[in-house]
């Protein structure tokens, strides 16, 4: 082996790749440090701009995995490496990918969607796919909705975005409906009042819309009386049950019996 032969070629080898790679290592280390100092510095922006929470992790994620994508090529600029093959292969790995999570795809893409339109958020009282509950979380790929008997339901954000939503929380307050039948030998007048007190000993009970209430049905054997409220949309469910029990309460403290009483 012609050692003088060797050491020629690693000589003049490193002559000609040693300056890229001692390049190439410092583009390195200062895109690593940018990347982090811009990475901090979009997340304080979006902060400071009360940015949507649901949203910030995939921008940041986005905005970050762009700039890596750019240092890896810049990297191999440096090097000399040759691009064809590498766009080749990224383009070939790009149609697979893309036949192969279509319906994954479609699934980011309607949560990208959901998170810049905000047909509803983070609290929001929801009814999508037959099922009611809370959204927890809205995540990329998919949207957590916890149900008024505590079981998490995951649903894709494809069937969200494309399917009808009815956002009950949406508008901050809802109207509650109950109904009554009492006889014709109880006058509405009693009625009136009984339910004009409970209403005014009721502060959850919004003043504006105001409440209404009267005579929605006549019977043969009675009438019906319809009470119309307003309430907080995120205590509904709650206080459905609270006002019920207590206008039944005050019908039997007035001497007002319903049928089956």
């Not at 994508?69 to 893309?98: S, Y």
């Amino acid at each position: 082996m012609n050692w003088e032969s060797f050491y020629d070629k690693a000589y003049n080898w490193i002559l000609t790749v040693g300056p890229r790679i001692i390049l190439a290592i410092i583009v390195l280390s200062l895109g690593i440090w940018l990347i982090r100092f811009l990475k901090r510095a979009l997340n304080r922006h979006m902060v400071n701009r009360d940015f949507d929470p649901s949203l910030q992790p995939f921008l940041i994620s986005l905005f970050v995995t762009a700039l890596q994508v750019m240092l890896i090529l810049a990297l191999m600029q440096v090097l000399g490496l040759q691009m064809t093959i590498f766009t080749a292969l990224i383009g070939a790995m790009g149609v697979a990918a893309g036949l192969a999570l279509s319906g994954t795809l479609q699934n980011f893409t309607s949560g990208v969607l959901i998170l810049l339109l905000k047909p509803f958020r983070v609290g929001d009282s929801i009814i999508a796919q037959g099922q009611e509950g809370i959204v927890t979380s809205i995540q990329i790929f998919f949207t957590i909705v916890t149900t008024y008997n505590n079981t998490t339901v995951i649903i894709p954000n494809s069937k969200l975005s494309n399917e009808v939503i009815i956002n009950l929380s949406k508008q901050g307050i809802r109207r509650l409906e109950m109904e009554f039948k009492f006889n014709f030998g109880i006058s509405f007048e009693q009625v009136r009042d009984i339910v004009q007190k409970r209403i005014n000993q009721s502060p959850e009970i919004l003043k504006e819309p105001a409440a209404d209430f009267g005579v929605s049905t006549v019977d043969p054997d009675g009438y019906k009386v319809m009470i119309r409220i307003w309430v907080d949309a995120h205590q509904f469910y709650d206080l459905r049950l609270r006002f019920q029990e207590a206008i039944i309460n005050d019908f039997k403290t007035g001497g007002l019996k319903l049928p089956g009483l």
